[in-house]
């Protein structure tokens, strides 16, 4: 009967990871650029492998068994968000694979947002993050958000002055990518520059479905409360049994 307590706890471990990386999406449902997670998790393998044996130690194995299951891993979805016109001068997206590059004060990170402003000193930045880069890992020197670009991320003055281009970056493993907890990605390897369209006056949205989220957030919380209703009555029925065979 104790096996039982392996499968609901581990799948209330299990289940409140899955929450946590649902309500962080549904946290970001408005936040630019922002790429949803998806949890997944497995069983715990081979929690004891019983053998048996005879005086020459030759064993026989008779079974493996799993009571657990315990979280996996988080994958991050790619795909593209829809789009927002806003029509202000500083909004960028990109229109398929890449991202744009800030530096942060913990380095250069990577991200999808492209709601960008001027600093103190006239850069192109990201609020609450650093400045963006260009093609050449340089800051972008703008002053003014007097400024036209093109599909290839080269920004102009509005009577012709070449300003800079923005850097788009590509990776070849996705996966490799460690994504922090404000959104923005990290490691990757060697970023190469990709070729991708960059949209001006365009903010790409999260590709989090709030519908879906919350579909599942319900489910998993249904989940998540039977799981302790039931290890409940496991330790209901554990207590009567102790208390009977102490009297026997």
């Not at 192109?124 to 400024?147: Q, S, W, Y």
């Amino acid at each position: 009967m104790f096996k039982g307590f392996y499968n609901l706890a581990s799948g209330m471990i299990t289940h409140g990871k899955n929450l946590d990386v649902i309500s962080n999406n549904m946290a970001n449902v408005a936040t630019a650029g922002f790429k949803a997670d998806c949890f997944t998790g497995q069983t715990f393998d081979e929690v004891m492998w019983s053998r048996v044996g005879n005086k020459q130690k030759t064993y026989i194995d008779i079974g493996e068994i799993s009571y657990a299951t315990v979280p996996s891993q988080v994958y991050t979805d790619y795909t593209q968000g829809a789009w927002d016109d806003t029509g202000m001068p500083l909004d960028f997206g990109i229109e398929g694979e890449g991202f744009f590059a800030v530096r942060t004060a913990d380095g250069i990170a990577y991200t999808r947002a492209g709601n960008f402003t001027l600093d103190e000193e006239g850069y192109l930045a990201l609020p609450g993050f650093g400045r963006v880069l260009d093609i050449n890992n340089e800051d972008i020197l703008l002053v003014t958000d007097k400024i036209r670009a093109d599909d290839y991320g080269r920004i102009y003055t509005e009577e012709g002055a070449f300003l800079g281009q923005l850097g788009v970056f590509e990776f070849q493993d996705l996966e490799a990518l460690d994504k922090t907890p404000q959104g923005l990605f990290t490691g990757g390897g060697q970023a190469q520059l990709g070729t991708a369209r960059v949209l001006n006056r365009m903010v790409e949205r999260s590709n989090v479905g709030l519908v879906q989220q919350m579909t599942k957030m319900m489910t998993t919380q249904r989940a998540y409360q039977s799981a302790a209703q039931v290890t409940k009555m496991y330790d209901q029925v554990m207590n009567q049994a102790t208390t009977e065979l102490g009297r026997v």
